[in-house]
């Protein structure tokens, strides 16, 4: 019934637009940014793919405990994750609770953030090419951001695409992110993104 009505309402060549119009409007929606002294406020959560690393995924021998094995920072990545630090600090922020995924690429992006002692967190680790380690590490994410004080000082998550994209919904590049408030739950409030530059 309520098809019947929307189709006599619009003529069949407003569908498309209004389609189109949609897809605009939840896109600019994901494309929110927010700035960086946010992270400042109490409770805070920036959720951060890592820096440049050129490629995708990583080599068939990959092992966790060899950087050699693995993708990892290039020189632009190695300065890109300098900068954020960098803005970070003009931000008000020059230290902070810094978790990283195990893997190589983001401990480095991490470290070079310069906000502090750097501890590794296998829930932010990476389940590509693992879609079935999915489920498991997204709940463990959970879990860790819903035992965060929701009063606490500023937290920064380093990880990979897939992690923040199935958290967010959205896709982020190297070196952007997005800020959460967190409230004892493990779906913490979205504010925005921030842009990677």
Request: proline fraction near 8%; hydrophobic fraction near 45%; aromatic fraction near 6%.
């Amino acid at each position: 019934m309520r098809t019947e009505i929307l189709s006599r309402a619009l003529p069949r060549t407003a569908l498309p637009t209004l389609a189109i119009a949609l897809l605009l409007t939840c896109g600019a929606a994901m494309a929110q940014t927010v700035a960086l002294a946010e992270l400042a406020k109490p409770g805070r959560v920036l959720m951060l793919r890592h820096a440049n690393a050129p490629g995708t995924g990583d080599p068939p021998q990959f092992r966790l405990d060899d950087c050699a094995t693995q993708r990892n920072l290039d020189a632009a990545g190695r300065a890109q994750a300098r900068r954020l630090g960098e803005q970070l600090a003009r931000a008000g922020i020059a230290r902070a609770r810094v978790f990283s995924s195990q893997w190589c690429r983001c401990l480095e992006t991490a470290r070079l953030l310069g906000l502090g002692s750097v501890e590794p967190l296998p829930a932010l680790n990476s389940f590509y090419p693992k879609p079935d380690e999915r489920e498991a590490r997204m709940a463990a994410l959970r879990a860790f951001l819903a035992g965060l004080p929701a009063d606490g000082p500023p937290v920064v998550l380093v990880t990979h695409q897939f992690t923040v994209s199935e958290f967010t919904g959205g896709g982020v590049p190297s070196g952007g992110g997005s800020l959460f408030r967190l409230d004892g739950t493990g779906q913490p409030r979205w504010l925005g993104a921030i842009a990677a530059d």
